[in-house]
């Protein structure tokens, strides 16, 4: 399976962006998708994630300010990230997985956000 990100970039403190991440290849019964993240030097850290039943699990640092959402017919996840802040600069990482619960089997290349203040 592939997971092809794209959406990120520059964006000023208080902005928005939409990242997009679609699987291709062995997708069936994909379970859970979302986005990982991981800034220099810091540990890689949980962003948002969602089960094709539509159930969410969100880091505490973006709860109230970004939504994840899925559109199982295109196997594409998506991550509205809004009011985004300087500490929220990172590579964010696409994932899919196929076991139950929140756990992962393919990452994506990761797409940069930069996020000036």
């Known amino acids: 399976v592939q997971l092809v990100e794209s959406g990120g970039g520059l964006v000023q403190a208080g902005g928005s962006l939409r990242l997009s991440c679609t699987a291709t290849?062995?997708?069936?019964?994909?379970?859970?998708m979302g986005w990982y993240r991981q800034a220099p030097g810091k540990q890689r850290e949980l962003v948002a994630a969602?089960?094709?039943?539509?159930?969410?699990n969100y880091g505490d640092s973006v709860k109230g300010r970004f939504t994840v959402s899925r559109d199982n017919a295109k196997n594409t996840v998506y991550l509205q990230m809004n009011s985004l802040k300087p500490e929220d600069t990172a590579a964010y990482y696409c994932?899919?997985?196929?076991?139950?619960?929140?756990?992962?089997?393919?990452w994506g290349q990761g797409t940069q956000v930069t996020v000036s203040s």
């Open positions: 994932v899919a997985g196929w076991r139950p619960g929140w756990r992962f089997d393919a």
């Open positions: 969602i089960t094709s039943g539509g159930s969410t």
């Open positions: 290849g062995s997708i069936f019964s994909i379970n859970a």
